[in-house]
């Protein structure tokens, strides 16, 4: 069967027949930096029109419906658009810092993707500490939008960047210790074999109700650190006109507005692969006929889809909730969600230990 | 102003919200002097949309005058028009005929109900939840198509004469407004689902913005902002006009003094308003839809103050006659005007996030500030 | 109250001035000479704290320009007994000024404001009187009577 | 020159580049970034040696961690966009020397070493070495100044606590 395991495996075959290592090494690196770039651009056209259709569900209107069947081309319209537009930048603003923040926090969403298992056996980097190093990566995004901030010159931008910092920083414990608490049961940071875990049966179900707060508490916790509603403080358009990014126009806006939905895109593949198994289809006990039915399903659907799924999750939550207030999120944080986390966490490895899960 | 931004203490920060604020609703200004995120102090400036309309109005006929008001507050332009023209009535003493009371009374609560949905979606999007605002506005287009196919427009209604009204109401108003009540009434309780019964919704709001009973009175404030501080001043009931004095309704009070009653009050008087147009609907009495009067209105000397209450409060429109075709001095005492003077105080100590929510709930129309 | 009733009230209460029955509430007018020296302000907390009155809420205050004088006109009512008044002062035409309410009634604070900015009356004791509406160099107060502005003004 | 030599010698430069921004620019707001590019690039030269736990770390602690509070106090200062002020060449003069002191202190030190690769590998690159050791109370454990760590930082904890509710007070 043609899998994209196969397909990667035979071209590096191919290549180190032809050729030394170091050639291979440098194509090879274009390559995976060309098909990065791809699919950044073809899941920012994608997840942009889902959004907007998502939106237009919920808010009983159409959405984009003039541009191609179905409004399809409409965000590739929008990206020429913005791509046409006029690079302004207005006065005394820091001009190194201010041109730099949108590639920072670009290339941070580029880092994370290194070690996400699209396929089986298909990955950039099959890197020991996935998901430690997915957690340290994402760590450095803020200092893009702390950057961005600061360097607009702007008072809205500076409160905005201020609010994602205190933000950004707080969630990521608990963001930590949900991810941690499927390390505990898995034991290992290595996503390939947190999947491998997950042959018998996804955490999810395998994992009893500790498993699924720690889900619950992850599904807050990245919306919060992608700067999503109800979490958007950064932002928060009726506050602060546009937070960080009110002085950013054109492309520039576009890498912030394209790395916010990589950055979505990341977190609910890090939230399918720890909590659904990633590319593992889904199995039921001994019903050999069904379980052979989504064998034939490929294993990229199967990421895609459970992807997909949580993003229209973290959709639906930013069309319903409204906005929360920065103390209220702050309170949310530390009184809330990391005593429930850290105690759920002692919990799990009460049940890893004693082997209580399926 | 420049002063007040050199002059801000350490650690101080003085930041313009608005003219161009997506939460200002209009060209207001607010000049904030925050410490961190917390509001030290607010001073509204204002004058970005202010047209003189009371200077204008001197200048005009006791007919023209009243389509200079649906420009004030747009969103309650029956309202306004209604308190104008009740002025003129009450110098003139004119008899206005049934029918055209009852028109001008289902208008008027029709363009209430529209008034507080416009606020009720624009309210949630400040609060950064953007549906309600859909959901709003899919009850309020049949209301503006009622509107239109009754007088011709959708927000400037210039619909209400000295004497009555102007046109007849169309044949098909009667179903219209009946087919509104069935599917507003099914309707409503989304509104709770969305937005009232949200956990969310309801932390941002109670406790926040706190303005005694006391203070509402001696901010001035009236309407539903008064209302939510436990003041009774729904002019409706403490001074009926018009036909109030004879329906079933009731005052919508809130002692919770926060932003929640506020938003309550205006929530549930959309239900009282229902219930008015309920009554109204099916006994529009037959006769004549304007009474007669002479072509040029002379108002005799003297001076003239009318009350009404619109979605936002109290409108008062003081004439001051010297007996000719033209008034003196007009004075429209604006609810959103003396509403906005307790903004300062309700705001101090509370976050910017908070700021917009209040003022949401002060349900601000910057015409109707700025005149 | 009624407003016979509140008339005869009034009338013990200021002797001087004159009290009349208007088209809808009583009006009191008093001379500016009568309350200069702060004595205005007595007046005003006497019909706000004197339990038969208690006006204590001002809804609406406003300034007529009647070319010769200024008058001042407050409407007050009380939202206890739900009766209302009007109280008027008059103001020569050179040098209006007359005392703040903004300590008296919250809501006078942005009313005197704007009776500033389109009448030029000048409020003593009000903490924060300048301009509201037009811009801070704007030359003249457009709702007085002798007010012109040739270029923006159209006459009918 | 193979791949790898280049990729390390590209590295290097990065850092020691930024290195130099991050001393030599007068404005405190991007000094701090340079610092962090600095900090960024000594974590790609850990990931260029396979060390990817301690990479990991560097990121999470220094980046995630220590800039970000730098930058913080950053914003908190006032006129935190303004140029500093030139270093008189009086205080230029020691740091040149101490600078010079220790390159040639570094210099020293790696000539005289010969770094022989030992056939075996020396050490367990695994976490679940690390955290073992980290656990371990016999020969090699680091537990005493695992626990001596974490008293420490609880110390401080409870001291930021007592110094935050103090300011409260005053508030009030």
């Not at chain 1, 050729?19 to 942009?48: D, K, N, Q, R, Y």
């Not at chain 1, 702007?154 to 210790?177: D, H, P, T, W």
């Not at chain 2, 400040?126 to 009622?146: C, K, M, N």
């Not at chain 3, 005003?44 to 200024?70: A, G, I, M, P, R």
Request: proline share 3%; net charge negative.
């Amino acid at each position: 069967m043609l899998s994209f395991e196969n397909i990667s495996h035979g071209l590096h075959n191919w290549l180190s027949a032809i050729m030394s290592e170091t050639p291979v090494v440098l194509i090879e690196l274009t390559l995976v930096a060309l098909a990065a770039i791809t699919l950044f651009a073809a899941l920012g056209l994608i997840l942009v029109y889902m959004e907007r259709k998502v939106a237009a569900v919920i808010q009983i209107r159409k959405g984009p419906n003039r541009v191609g069947p179905m409004g399809i081309f409409q965000t590739a319209a929008d990206t020429l658009k913005l791509v046409m537009k006029e690079n302004f930048m207005p006065d005394s603003v820091d001009k190194f810092l201010y041109k730099l923040a949108p590639f920072v926090v670009m290339i941070t969403a580029m880092l994370i993707l290194a070690p996400m298992p699209f396929a089986q056996g298909f990955q950039i980097w099959n890197i020991n500490i996935g998901v430690f190093y997915v957690t340290a990566i994402s760590s450095i995004s803020v200092i893009g939008v702390l950057m961005a901030g600061w360097a607009s010159n702007n008072k809205y931008s500076l409160l905005g960047a201020m609010r994602s910092g205190a933000q950004i920083v707080s969630y990521e414990l608990s963001a930590g210790f949900a991810i941690l608490s499927i390390v505990a049961l898995t034991g290992s940071l290595n996503l390939n074999d947190i999947i491998l875990s997950q042959q018998d049966g996804w955490w999810i179900f395998k994992g009893h109700i500790p498993v699924w707060i720690a889900f619950v508490i992850f599904m807050i916790a990245v919306t919060a650190e992608t700067n999503r509603a109800p979490f958007d403080m950064a932002e928060a358009e009726s506050e602060l006109t546009g937070g960080f990014h009110t002085e950013y126009g054109g492309m520039r806006f576009a890498l912030f507005f394209l790395a916010e939905y990589i950055n979505i895109f990341i977190v609910c593949g890090i939230g399918a692969t720890l909590f659904f198994g990633g590319w593992m289809p889904f199995h039921i006990g001994h019903w050999e006929g069904f379980n052979h039915v989504m064998d034939y399903i490929p294993s990229s659907i199967w990421f895609f889809g459970k992807t997909f799924f949580l993003i229209f999750v973290i959709m639906w939550f930013r069309w319903t909730f409204p906005r929360l207030r920065i103390d209220q999120l702050l309170n949310l944080e530390w009184k809330y969600l990391l005593p429930i986390s850290l105690f759920n966490l002692l919990l799990i490895t009460v049940i890893a230990i004693k082997g209580w899960h399926f | 102003m420049i002063e007040e931004i050199t002059t801000a203490k350490e650690g101080e920060m003085v930041i313009n919200i608005g003219p161009q604020h997506p939460s200002t609703h209009g060209v207001l200004h607010l000049l904030i002097t925050l410490d961190g995120e917390t509001i030290k102090k607010l001073e509204p400036n204002l004058g970005y949309i202010h047209r003189s309309i009371e200077k204008m109005c001197e200048s005009l006929s006791y007919r023209q005058f009243i389509y200079s008001t649906s420009r004030m507050d747009y969103l309650s332009a029956h309202i306004n028009n209604h308190a104008c023209a009740m002025a003129v009535e009450k110098a003139m003493e004119i008899e206005v005929p049934e029918r055209a009371e009852y028109i001008r009374v289902i208008l008027d609560e029709l363009t209430r109900i529209a008034s507080h949905q416009l606020w009720w979606g624009a309210m949630a999007m400040d609060l950064g939840a953007l549906s309600p605002f859909f959901y709003a506005f899919r009850e309020r287009e049949v209301i503006t198509d009622i509107m239109e196919e009754t007088c011709g427009a959708r927000l400037t209604m210039n619909y209400m004469v000295p004497g009555g009204v102007m046109t007849d109401i169309h044949p098909n108003f009667v179903k219209h407004v009946k087919d509104f009540i069935v599917q507003f009434k099914s309707k409503i309780d989304e509104y709770d689902t969305l937005v009232t019964d949200n956990i969310i919704f309801q932390n941002r709001m109670k406790n926040v913005g706190l303005l005694s009973a006391e203070d509402a009175i001696s901010y001035g404030t009236s309407g539903p902002t008064a209302r939510g501080s436990g003041v009774s001043c729904d002019i409706r009931k403490t001074h009926p006009y018009s036909l109030y004095s004879k329906l079933q309704f009731e005052e919508v009070i809130e002692t919770g003094c926060d932003s929640f009653s506020r938003y309550l009050v205006r929530v549930k008087e959309m239900k009282q308003s229902v219930k008015i147009i309920e009554q109204l609907i099916d006994n529009i009495p037959e006769g004549d839809f304007v009474a007669k009067t002479k072509a040029v209105i002379k108002l005799p000397k003297g001076e003239f103050y009318s009350r009404a209450e619109t979605a936002r409060g109290e409108l008062g429109v003081y004439i001051v006659s010297e007996g000719g075709t033209t008034p003196y001095r007009i004075k429209f005492r604006s609810p959103g005007f003396s509403n906005l003077s307790a903004l300062n105080h309700m705001v101090k100590g509370y976050k910017i996030g908070d700021l917009v929510a209040i003022m949401g709930t002060l349900d601000l129309v910057i015409p109707d500030i700025d005149r | 109250m009624g407003n016979d009733e509140l008339l005869e009230k009034l009338k013990e209460l200021f002797p001087d001035a004159s009290i009349e029955q208007g088209n809808d509430w009583p009006e009191l007018l008093f001379e500016h000479a009568q309350v200069a020296d702060g004595k205005f302000l007595e007046v005003v907390q006497t019909l706000k704290s004197t339990n038969e009155f208690l006006f204590n809420y001002l809804f609406c205050e406003t300034c007529v320009d009647w070319k010769t004088h200024f008058n001042m006109v407050y409407h007050l009512e009380s939202t206890q007994y739900r009766h209302s008044m009007v109280l008027k002062v008059k103001l020569n035409h050179e040098q209006p000024s007359i005392d703040s309410l903004s300590f008296v009634y919250r809501t006078a604070e942005m009313h005197e404001r704007e009776i500033f900015d389109l009448f030029g009356i000048v409020f003593t004791g009000h903490p924060n009187l300048k301009r509201i509406i037009l811009t801070e160099d704007w030359v003249g107060h457009p709702l007085r009577k002798d007010y012109d502005d040739p270029i923006n003004m159209i006459k009918l | 020159m193979e791949i790898r030599e280049i990729i390390f010698y590209i590295i290097a430069a990065f850092v020691l580049g930024s290195g130099i921004m991050a001393v030599s620019t007068r404005k405190i707001f991007r000094s701090a970034i340079w610092l962090l590019s600095t900090l960024i690039g000594i974590a790609a030269l850990y990931f260029w040696m396979d060390l990817e736990f301690i990479a990991a770390v560097q990121i999470v602690v220094y980046v995630g961690g220590i800039v970000v509070l730098i930058i913080f106090s950053i914003f908190l200062t006032h006129k935190s966009g303004d140029e500093m002020p030139k270093i008189a060449i009086k205080r230029k003069l020691p740091a040149a020397f101490a600078v010079l002191f220790a390159f040639a202190f570094t210099a020293n030190l790696l000539l005289h070493n010969s770094f022989a690769l030992s056939a075996t590998k020396s050490f367990d690159l695994s976490v679940d070495r690390i955290g073992t050791l980290m656990l371990t109370t016999g020969d090699g454990g680091y537990i005493l100044p695992f626990e001596a760590v974490s008293m420490l930082l609880l110390a401080a904890m409870v001291g930021c606590i007592v110094i935050a509710m103090k300011i409260k007070k005053e508030e009030q």
